[in-house]
């Protein structure tokens, strides 16, 4: 009843968004449709985060949560290197998508010369606030790997959209593709997809035995994976090994908890079967 409650507001709340949006942006960009289709996107993803977020009870809860889905040493490897690409990967796209009524805005910061407020910029301080609230110690730890790809989406995405300018013949209105000449978001896409099959097919259907955590909670899985898989290289240095025993012993105990009402997890004895 609560989730039929809440998808109106949210629905509403896209519907303003994207009409207020074609006010916003239809003189600036060609192929609005595309344009604001990719902004709902990530105003949604953005918003089950947020959401998401509060739902979590500190620091022992959101990595036991995560690593439930997540105790073979070969599905942790390649999480260790796909979550990030995912990560990385969308904020590229989200790099291409100004903040609604603050696209005139520009900002610039070490590393990267005045570029357009976007939704890159929100989404790490979103990250960022949530993991230095449950845990100032590894939120500290991985703001400046959170800071390097905001860099180097943004740079990425300044580049290319420059090129396009420079390559196409435009209107008096200077109207543009929002996508540049579209290679950035090409190499993004190839990358962003054989990250999430990687993780999906060769880390859970074969090493893992078990689904992967977003069938369960899409907004848990995005809130908690970037944290989970940075903290998997820290304790395999040795780094924060309380955290990493509480993590495990909370572990067994979820996994009793789901063996008992008949989940398929390799732990319980009902893994996916290849």
Request: aromatic share 14%; net charge neutral.
């Amino acid at each position: 009843e609560t989730k039929q409650n809440k998808d109106p507001l949210l629905l509403t709340f896209l519907k303003i968004i994207y009409f207020s949006s074609m006010v916003v942006f239809q003189q600036q960009y060609t192929n609005v449709p595309s344009f604001l289709l990719a902004q709902a996107s990530v105003i949604m993803l953005t918003f089950l985060v947020v959401f998401t977020a509060f739902q979590f009870d500190g620091i022992d809860q959101t990595m036991a949560w995560y690593g439930v889905y997540h105790r073979e040493p070969l599905n942790q490897a390649i999480h260790f290197f796909g979550v990030p690409a995912i990560l990385y990967t969308f904020l590229i796209f989200a790099a291409h998508l100004p903040l609604p009524y603050l696209d005139t805005i520009k900002i610039a910061v070490p590393g990267a010369e005045a570029h357009p407020l976007s939704w890159a910029a929100v989404i790490p301080i979103i990250y960022l606030t949530f993991y230095l609230s449950i845990d100032p110690f590894g939120g500290l730890l991985y703001s400046p790997f959170l800071y390097a790809m905001y860099l180097s989406a943004v740079n990425l995405t300044k580049n290319d959209q420059e090129k396009q300018r420079r390559e196409k013949t435009v209107s008096s209105k200077k109207v543009t593709n929002w996508w540049g000449t579209g290679n950035a978001l090409r190499y993004a896409a190839v990358i962003h997809v054989l990250a999430w099959y990687a993780q999906i097919h060769p880390g859970h259907v074969i090493f893992e035995g078990a689904k992967p955590a977003l069938l369960d909670s899409l907004g848990g899985a995005l809130t908690s994976a970037p944290l989970f898989a940075f903290y998997e290289g820290l304790w395999l240095l040795g780094i924060n090994k309380p955290l990493h025993e509480r993590t495990l012993a909370l572990v067994a105990e979820y996994t009793t908890s789901l063996c008992s009402t008949g989940v398929q997890l390799r732990a319980c004895g009902t893994g996916i079967n290849v």
